[in-house]
Nanobody, 124 residues
Framework: VQLQASGGGLVQAGGSLRLSCAAS????????MGWFRQAPGKEREFVAG????????DYADSAKGRFTISRDNAKNMVYLQMSSLKPEDTAVYYC??????????????????WGQGTQVTVSS
C-alpha cells in the first residue's frame, strides 16, 4: 500500500485547508484510514479516522467541530477538511492505513502503512 498526502500549506488563523491522501496498491475499501499530525518537539497524535466504508468516523477532541474526514473509495482517496484553523494546528500531517480493523483506531502503532506527510502551517 502506497499513500501520498498532499494539500498542506501556509494559511492564516481562521482559514481552511483540505488535505488529500491518495492510496494505491491494494483494495482501498479493505482498510480503515486515519490522519495523524506531529508538531516540532511533540509526539505524533491522532486527528481523525474513518472506517472502511466511511460509515463511522472518530475525531480527537482538538478536531471535533472543525475538521471533517471523508473518503471516496471509488477514487482511492481520503480527505481531511480543516476549518477554523489555529496556530496550534501547525504540524506535519500524515495519513495512515489500517488493514486489520474495520473501525478507525486512534492508536498510531495499529496502522500498517503511512504516507510521507504534508506540512500545515497556521500563522497568527
Amino acid at each position: 500500500v502506497q499513500l501520498q498526502a498532499s494539500g498542506g500549506g501556509l494559511v492564516q488563523a481562521g482559514g481552511s485547508l483540505r488535505l488529500s491522501c491518495a492510496a494505491s496498491g491494494r483494495t482501498f475499501s479493505m482498510y480503515a484510514m486515519g490522519w495523524f499530525r506531529q508538531a516540532p518537539g511533540k509526539e505524533r497524535e491522532f486527528v481523525a479516522g474513518i472506517s472502511r466504508r466511511g460509515t463511522s468516523t472518530d475525531y480527537a477532541d482538538s478536531a471535533k467541530g472543525r475538521f471533517t474526514i471523508s473518503r471516496d473509495n471509488a477514487k482511492n482517496m481520503v480527505y481531511l477538511q480543516m476549518s477554523s484553523l489555529k496556530p496550534e494546528d501547525t504540524a506535519v500531517y500524515y495519513c495512515a492505513a489500517d488493514l486489520t480493523r474495520t473501525l478507525p483506531s486512534s492508536i498510531d502503532y495499529q496502522y500498517d502503512y503511512w504516507g510521507q506527510g504534508t506540512q500545515v502551517t497556521v500563522s497568527s
